[in-house]
């Protein structure tokens, strides 16, 4: 088994509380409407008649509440999946890595800064001939490549542009290239995406996850052994020197929690402190 200096980024409990958290967003849609239904009958209970315009009122907000948090919550649900099914794609590959020689090192999940922008790293393998930046990509359906720009996808009738891995994985090397410049001069670093499910062809070494292992075995085998054991460890701790913390895309976009606060739980607040107002007063 290889020794694993940074782990995947879901797993445990993460992984856990990312599938409750996709789980309470599907809930959370029908639940609006749900919620606004109740709005619009709880205020002709005799209880609440003192309150009922201002119950009335917010019930009326509350039925246009719903449909707005049901649009962000789609496209969050969208952002979401795509995310998890690259992760997940991430996951497999991160074991498989974990199956190489004891002498190898494996870093998943790098966020890495080399003088200029944050450069995100799927997996970086240390050899003892030299260093693997691979590009993880979990994409189903016809794949179509192109040198220069996005890629697309076609899948059930649809065709969407996913990032060019290429592009990625070319700009990855060349920040790691810089980091190992200043710890290990001289040493090789080469690039490949890895393909977990559609395969495609590019003028860039692309690699089916099935493979992947034969082939970094086979790659190290056909170079000079540049670094022992404890040189390679070295190195990968001082390569973990240059991570830092970053959030998924979607976690940054704090509008999609603020659209639930506004449009859930702040007429839930509302309508439940009037309520508990009248039945006082009762």
């Given at each position: 088994?290889?020794?694993?200096?940074?782990?995947h980024?879901?797993?445990g409990?993460k992984l856990?509380?990312?599938?409750?958290?996709r789980?309470?967003v599907?809930v959370s849609q029908p639940?609006?409407?749900v919620?606004?239904?109740?709005?619009?009958?709880?205020?002709?209970?005799?209880?609440?008649?003192?309150?009922?315009?201002?119950?009335?009122?917010?019930?009326?907000?509350?039925?246009?509440?719903a449909?707005?948090?049901?649009a962000?919550?789609?496209?969050?649900a969208?952002a979401?999946?795509?995310m998890?099914?690259g992760?997940d794609?991430?996951g497999t590959v991160?074991?498989?890595?974990a199956?190489l020689?004891?002498e190898?090192?494996?870093l998943?999940?790098l966020?890495?800064?080399?003088?200029g922008?944050?450069?995100?790293?799927?997996?970086l393998?240390i050899?003892p001939s030299?260093?693997?930046?691979?590009?993880?990509?979990?994409q189903?359906?016809?794949?179509?490549?192109?040198a220069?720009?996005k890629?697309?996808?076609?899948?059930?009738?649809?065709i969407?542009?996913?990032v060019?891995?290429v592009q990625q994985?070319?700009?990855?090397?060349?920040a790691c290239?810089l980091?190992?410049d200043?710890?290990?001069?001289?040493l090789a670093?080469?690039?490949?995406?890895v393909?977990?499910?559609?395969?495609?062809q590019a003028?860039?070494p692309i690699?089916a996850a099935s493979?992947?292992r034969?082939?970094l075995?086979?790659?190290?085998s056909g170079?000079?052994q540049?670094?022992?054991?404890k040189e390679i460890?070295?190195l990968a701790k001082?390569?973990?020197?240059f991570q830092?913390?970053g959030?998924?895309?979607?976690?940054?976009?704090?509008?999609?929690?603020?659209?639930?606060?506004?449009t859930l739980l702040l007429p839930l607040?509302?309508f439940?402190?009037?309520?508990?107002?009248?039945?006082?007063q009762?």
């Amino acid at each position: 088994m290889a020794n694993i200096y940074h782990r995947h980024r879901y797993h445990g409990a993460k992984l856990l509380g990312r599938k409750v958290l996709r789980q309470l967003v599907s809930v959370s849609q029908p639940l609006a409407f749900v919620l606004a239904g109740a709005y619009l009958l709880l205020p002709w209970l005799k209880q609440l008649e003192p309150m009922r315009p201002g119950l009335l009122a917010i019930a009326v907000l509350s039925v246009p509440a719903a449909f707005v948090w049901r649009a962000r919550a789609r496209k969050l649900a969208t952002a979401m999946d795509i995310m998890a099914a690259g992760h997940d794609g991430e996951g497999t590959v991160a074991r498989l890595l974990a199956k190489l020689p004891r002498e190898w090192a494996v870093l998943n999940n790098l966020a890495l800064r080399a003088g200029g922008p944050i450069v995100q790293i799927d997996h970086l393998v240390i050899s003892p001939s030299g260093v693997f930046v691979l590009e993880t990509k979990a994409q189903k359906g016809k794949i179509i490549p192109c040198a220069a720009g996005k890629w697309q996808v076609e899948r059930r009738g649809q065709i969407r542009s996913i990032v060019n891995p290429v592009q990625q994985n070319q700009a990855q090397v060349k920040a790691c290239q810089l980091l190992l410049d200043r710890l290990k001069p001289g040493l090789a670093c080469k690039g490949l995406v890895v393909m977990t499910e559609s395969m495609a062809q590019a003028d860039w070494p692309i690699v089916a996850a099935s493979d992947l292992r034969q082939c970094l075995l086979a790659a190290n085998s056909g170079r000079k052994q540049a670094m022992s054991k404890k040189e390679i460890r070295r190195l990968a701790k001082g390569l973990m020197s240059f991570q830092v913390e970053g959030k998924a895309r979607w976690q940054e976009e704090n509008q999609y929690f603020l659209t639930f606060a506004l449009t859930l739980l702040l007429p839930l607040f509302l309508f439940g402190a009037i309520a508990a107002l009248a039945l006082n007063q009762a």
